[in-house]
Nanobody, 126 residues
Framework: QVQLVESGGGLVQAGGSLRLSCAAS????????MGWFRQAPGKEREFVAG????????DYSDSVKGRFTISRDNAKNTVYLQMNSLKPEDTAVYYC???????????????????WGQGTQVTVSS
């Protein structure tokens, strides 16, 4: 089982940057696929970025491609989301998710993941 704790959210002006972190418990972090999702008020939770257990493959939603970068440090049991050129429409609660890597693909839907963090708020002002 994995427990996830996100940090790094906050208030930033449009065009600014933030880096989210997700710290995972457990000794088998390196065997988990990881993902970032977000949920804005009144909207469904949506995929933002994902990464395979080794970091060898990543994927992004079209809305963040070229602006956000997902990475992981298996020695620190941590996955990151670097967010640049932030826009007001990026405002949401951001969630980290984990699932045991069974096939070497990036997991991109909420149904793919069993483990979730509590979320961290990101607010981008115009």
């Amino acid at each position: 089982q994995v427990q996830l704790v996100e940090s790094g959210g906050g208030l930033v002006q449009a065009g600014g940057s933030l880096r989210l972190s997700c710290a995972a418990s457990g000794r088998t972090f390196s065997s988990y696929a990881m993902g970032w999702f977000r949920q804005a008020p009144g909207k469904e939770r949506e995929f933002v970025a994902g990464i395979t257990w080794s970091g060898g493959r990543t994927d992004y939603s079209d809305s963040v491609k070229g602006r956000f970068t997902i990475s992981r440090d298996n020695a620190k049991n941590t996955v990151y989301l670097q967010m640049n050129s932030l826009k007001p429409e990026d405002t949401a609660v951001y969630y980290c998710a984990a699932e045991r890597q069974r096939t070497p693909v990036v997991l991109t839907t909420t149904h793919d993941y069993d483990y979730w963090g509590q979320g961290t708020q990101v607010t981008v002002s115009s």
